[in-house]
């Protein structure tokens, strides 16, 4: 079983970035899936789940109605879109797996990606 994140890179701020994590080794529709993330010196904070049946949630203020996450199960992948991003969203972004959204303890987790906003 494992998830991988992509898509980070180093962006101005109001631009965006999709993130992806992929799952193998896994039929994702069984999982829901969160996205996490960690700055540095800062603690990890959730971000956002998803239900196998497609019910989300958002946990940070700071990121509604400019994070959208979603995901599809044929491609076994679930995405956060990250609009009008802030150089307060710079942080490693990581993706966990469970079966609830939120899970008090997320099984599976992916190695992360680096989302850097800056200008």
């Known amino acids: 079983v494992q998830f991988v994140e992509s898509g980070g890179g180093l962006v101005q701020p109001g631009s965006s970035l999709r993130l992806s994590c992929e799952a193998s080794?896994?039929?994702?529709?069984?999982?829901?899936i969160g996205w996490f993330r960690q700055a540095p010196g800062k603690e990890r904070e959730a971000v956002s789940c998803?239900?196998?049946?497609?019910?989300?949630?958002y946990f940070l203020d700071s990121v509604k109605g400019r994070f959208t996450i979603s995901r599809d199960n044929a491609k076994k992948t679930v995405y956060l879109q990250m609009n009008s991003l802030k150089p307060e969203d710079t942080a490693v972004y990581y993706c966990?797996?469970?079966?609830?959204?939120?899970?008090?303890?997320?099984?599976?987790w992916g190695q992360g990606t680096q989302v850097t906003v800056s200008s």
């Open positions: 966990a797996a469970d079966f609830s959204c939120p899970a008090p303890d997320y099984n599976y």
């Open positions: 080794g896994v039929r994702l529709d069984y999982y829901a």
């Open positions: 998803i239900t196998s049946g497609h019910n989300s949630a």
